[in-house]
């Protein structure tokens, strides 16, 4: 009989331990699903502002190894790159018939030998390309890459 009880007594503690393990991790993965599930909603919110909105990175090369990158930076849907530059840098331009001129941005301006040229990165080929147009007439789409080279003429 005694024997038959310390039996009893020892599965009755395991059972016990077994309990106590499971609640723990009961407890545990219920708050990592109420913080995830926290994170979720405040992520839902973040992309509700975005309405009527993209999200564009942008590289300024100053020509002197530093480079200053913006990315997931915020611009209104049908954004020029001069009005996305404008957003994230000061830009000094004078405005032509043809279009806008870019003088300078962050402070550093162009001269007779000097100025400020962008590029478009292409993902399929892995490169840098040459900008097409102005940058008042380049309509930006959602994740461009887009780059300010202050180069040499």
Sequence with gaps: MAKERSG??????AL??????SSYFNLYYFGEHTKYQERYQDSLKELAK?????LVNMLIDYGNETRVWHNNSVVPIGATLFNATRIVAEVGYT???FGIFITSI?????DKNHGWLWNLWNSTKGQWEFGPVGAEAFILKDG??????YSTW
């Excluded at 975005?50 to 993209?54: E, R």
């Excluded at 962050?106 to 162009?110: K, L, M, P, R």
């Excluded at 461009?144 to 080279?149: A, E, K, N, P, Y």
């Design 16 to 21: 016990l331990c077994a309990l106590v393990v």
């Design 144 to 149: 461009d890459t887009i780059s300010w080279v």
């Design 8 to 13: 009893w007594i020892w599965v009755s503690a």
């Design 95 to 97: 405005k032509y018939e």
């Design 106 to 110: 962050n402070g550093v301006s162009g």
């Design 50 to 54: 975005y309405k009527g909105y993209m």
